[in-house]
């Protein structure tokens, strides 16, 4: 019997050739904003906006999100100078108290403090705090630790309780197998004429060759590149000619073509194409996520959604229509009401880090 890693994936951008068919916190959102529920659509010119603003700003912002009501893109700013330089830079300003070098002090306090896992962390812009999240497992003196760290921080950390247990989360439909292993790929990429796929660290850290099915034959791909913990992603090259079609599987019969990349938006709405839960969808909730997942690994720099993903999932794609957004972690295991707490891999550190391109 084939081992499954505690972490999720999915074949959602191999060719059809390799294809099978087919918590937020509990918290109010801040105030006078909606729920983030459904998700906004971002169009091209929202992320080139919000890429630009931060860059402008740099610390002076705790962030960006997308109005659940109006859509437009508002950025937080803790001066009158600054709300300027956003408005003319066609945005909605936010005058909060506590700007982006205020809640990232926050989190190196968590991370010296209150490092226990099961808990996870990430700033959300709309309410101006880092929200720290509790899984089943951590224990009431635990979660009394985090909560006397917080109160220390002058209300710029909010503490909440979510049921389930963080873990990666690896077992798979539309598998790829390596090591003992299934996991799946994410998004098909390229540098030149040669041809990767990307899936999560955690899988390509179990081993070099991959495979299309659970006897090892025929060989895919060969690792290149694999980062985890801290990170969560890999890359294998492709052998020979195969790895042509840049598409992720919306199991309907019908695929998602991606074009381009880009880093999410809080408020934004997302999809999640995953070998167990197939294709889920919800929106982006916390970004600079840094999540201690219970066997003891870590990672930072995720993003957080209420999208649902179990095991089986990891290495899938998380997806805004034709773009990329990021490689499936891992997740609290539990979906309630059609929302759950799904992490991944911002996609575009991945590009940089191989100089690759999806396409």
Not at 24 to 30: E, L
Not at 93 to 99: M, S, T, Y
Not at 278 to 295: C, D, E, L, P
Request: net charge positive; aromatic share 8%.
């Amino acid at each position: 019997m084939k081992r499954t890693l505690a972490t999720a994936v999915t074949l959602a951008a191999l060719p059809l050739t390799l294809l099978l068919p087919g918590s937020a916190a509990n918290a109010a959102p801040g105030a006078g904003e909606p729920s983030p529920a459904p998700g906004v659509r971002a169009g091209t010119d929202t992320y080139q906006r919000d890429a630009a603003l931060q860059r402008q700003l740099g610390d002076r912002s705790a962030g960006s999100y997308l109005d659940g009501r109006t859509g437009k893109l508002v950025t937080t700013v803790t001066g009158a100078a600054d709300a300027e330089a956003v408005r003319a830079a066609g945005g909605v300003p936010r005058l909060v108290e506590r700007d982006g070098r205020a809640l990232r002090f926050a989190m190196t306090v968590l991370e010296k403090g209150a490092k226990i896992p099961g808990t996870s962390w990430g700033v959300d812009p709309r309410r101006n705090q880092v929200v720290v999240e509790a899984d089943s497992t951590v224990s009431a003196r635990d979660y009394a630790r985090i909560e006397s760290v917080a109160r220390g921080l002058g209300g710029a950390v909010q503490v909440t309780r979510v049921p389930g247990e963080f873990k990666e989360e690896v077992a798979g439909g539309d598998a790829i197998y390596g090591g003992g292993y299934r996991c799946s790929a994410a998004f098909n990429v390229a540098s030149g004429t040669t041809r990767y796929f990307l899936t999560a660290g955690h899988c390509t850290d179990e081993a070099a060759s991959w495979s299309s099915s659970a006897g090892g034959w025929p060989v895919i791909g060969q690792r290149t590149g694999s980062s985890f913990p801290y990170n969560d992603y890999g890359i294998v090259k492709y052998a020979g000619s195969t790895g042509t079609a840049g598409r992720v599987n919306l199991y309907n019969g019908s695929y998602q073509d991606i074009a381009t990349a880009a880093n999410a938006v809080v408020g934004q709405a997302v999809k999640k194409s995953g070998s167990t839960t197939k294709v889920t969808s919800g929106s982006v909730t916390q970004t600079n996520v840094t999540v201690n997942y219970g066997n003891g690994y870590y990672v930072h720099q995720m993003v957080k959604t209420n999208v649902c993903s179990a095991a089986g999932d990891s290495g899938g794609a998380h997806f805004a229509g034709s773009t990329a957004l990021g490689i499936h972690s891992g997740s609290g295991g539990i979906c309630v009401n059609g929302r759950g707490s799904a992490v991944f891999q911002p996609v575009k550190e991945v590009l940089s880090a191989y100089r690759v391109n999806v396409y």
